[in-house]
């Protein structure tokens, strides 16, 4: 318990800075500002409607009960996601032990799991607290599982697949549990029982189809299904080899973080390097599932299938990689390499107090970043000066501050840069109509 305590006051100083941080006007505004389903706390219509591409009535109620005691003061809203990061942190450590069987590493992977920079996105942005519910019934779910396998009481079974109803309900992601379910069979089980093993995965199965095919058709009518990036399969193959390579540098060198990563530039090379990547986790896999290395084997899978729905075989969104994506996946990293080097208690104790202090001292900056949408927006066209997508929303974001020098100057880099871009010939027709432009704002 004091563990518990120390922790959650260093994580919420980590985090300090969201405090003072404002709604961004990505998804913010169509999740929760101008929500009117949220505000009347419409339960039907979360249940059968959909919002921003995604299917998720749980995270809605979640989004509406922050409405209800805070409205719309973003302290309050920041303090919830704060909140919902500090539980998953201690069910990490819960689940961690169960799987390690060695408390102080469970530490330490709820140490990273709770400090690392590359979280702050999720916890940053109100719109994506869905990122931090769905979590929390993933993780209840996987050590209701895990207690499943290792004391045999069904009722934990019946528990499991309701907390993953539940999870899949708060953002489809989730619907990669039940592979997860089967690396825990492996991982925890003596003898597997291949029979078995499949069977009390039906359920799970389909549940985890419908809310896919669900995702699918949400995604489609919102326009999040994005033909712009919608390579050859050998080309996505090779992207998705690619963004787990960038995912693995940014977990172990986190700077020069960003809400937006671009393709590369170099396609060739980075497709190239993606089937590389590929081939080598290939062959690291099967000699860890051949050799005695069960929790490696286990951790490096953890991280691949958590990330399997994000690499762009379907390609949705403008990006590549996102930190959010890594959200549950840094565990699989953290479990993984904490089994590969031995290291002594005293060792471990030393390891945990420095990471805090790095990763806590780099989350305190990066959480900075999020004071506001012109900041955040700013911050990425430093780290990456041809992103139409950050000119474009900052170029709408000075519009909305009727700063209209200032927003003709990144509507039209915007453009520049990908003159395909409705979105940007869009917002620069707002900007003309309001600047009495007309025959400007036809055109566009």
């Not at 919002?51 to 749980?58: D, E, F, L, S, T």
């Not at 899949?168 to 089967?182: H, N, Q, T």
């Not at 490096?300 to 590549?320: H, S």
Request: net charge positive; with cysteine; proline share 3%.
């Amino acid at each position: 318990m004091l563990y518990v305590l120390v922790l959650t006051a260093l994580v919420v100083l980590a985090y300090f800075k969201l405090f003072s941080a404002n709604f961004i006007s990505w998804d913010d505004g169509e999740v929760v500002l101008n929500n009117k389903d949220v505000h009347d706390f419409n339960v039907k219509a979360f249940f059968t409607n959909y919002y921003v591409g995604n299917y998720a009535p749980i995270a809605m109620i979640g989004f509406a009960i922050d409405w209800l005691i805070f409205k719309g003061n973003a302290a309050g809203h920041h303090a919830m996601s704060l909140l919902f990061h500090v539980i998953n942190g201690v069910l990490v450590y819960y689940l961690c032990s169960l799987i390690l069987k060695d408390k102080l590493k469970a530490l330490l992977c709820a140490i990273i799991f709770c400090f690392h920079p590359l979280q702050v996105e999720t916890v940053a942005w109100v719109s994506a607290k869905n990122n931090l519910v769905y979590s929390v019934f993933f993780l209840l779910g996987l050590i209701q599982y895990s207690k499943f396998i290792l004391e045999g009481n069904k009722k934990q079974y019946v528990y499991a697949l309701l907390f993953f109803i539940l999870s899949v309900l708060s953002k489809p992601s989730a619907i990669c549990f039940p592979l997860v379910l089967f690396l825990l069979d492996y991982l925890l089980k003596s003898k597997l029982d291949f029979k078995s093993l499949f069977i009390n995965k039906i359920p799970f199965i389909m549940v985890a189809a419908i809310l896919g095919f669900a995702t699918i058709y949400t995604r489609t009518e919102d326009k999040f299904i994005n033909q712009n990036h919608a390579y050859a399969i050998h080309e996505r193959i090779g992207y998705a080899g690619y963004a787990i390579l960038q995912y693995i540098y940014k977990f172990f060198i986190p700077m020069d973080l960003s809400v937006i990563y671009p393709y590369p530039q170099n396609k060739t090379v980075s497709i190239i390097i993606g089937y590389v990547v590929i081939a080598l986790l290939i062959v690291g896999i099967y000699k860890l599932y051949k050799s005695s290395s069960k929790i490696i084997f286990f951790g490096l899978l953890f991280f691949i299938v958590n990330l399997l729905l994000v690499l762009q075989f379907i390609p949705f969104g403008e990006v590549l990689t996102a930190d959010r994506y890594m959200y549950l996946p840094i565990i699989g990293i953290s479990v993984a390499l904490l089994s590969i080097f031995p290291v002594k208690e005293n060792q471990l104790k030393i390891l945990g107090i420095g990471l805090i202090l790095v990763f806590g001292s780099l989350t305190f900056m990066r959480a900075s970043v999020w004071k506001n949408s012109i900041s955040l927006y700013s911050d990425i066209i430093k780290k990456y000066p041809h992103s139409f997508v950050a000119l474009n929303s900052l170029g709408a974001e000075y519009m909305l501050n009727k700063n209209y020098d200032m927003s003709l100057r990144y509507l039209n880099a915007a453009i520049n840069e990908n003159t395909e871009y409705y979105k940007g010939y869009y917002n620069r027709g707002l900007l003309y109509a309001q600047t009495d432009r007309m025959k400007n704002a036809l055109r566009d």
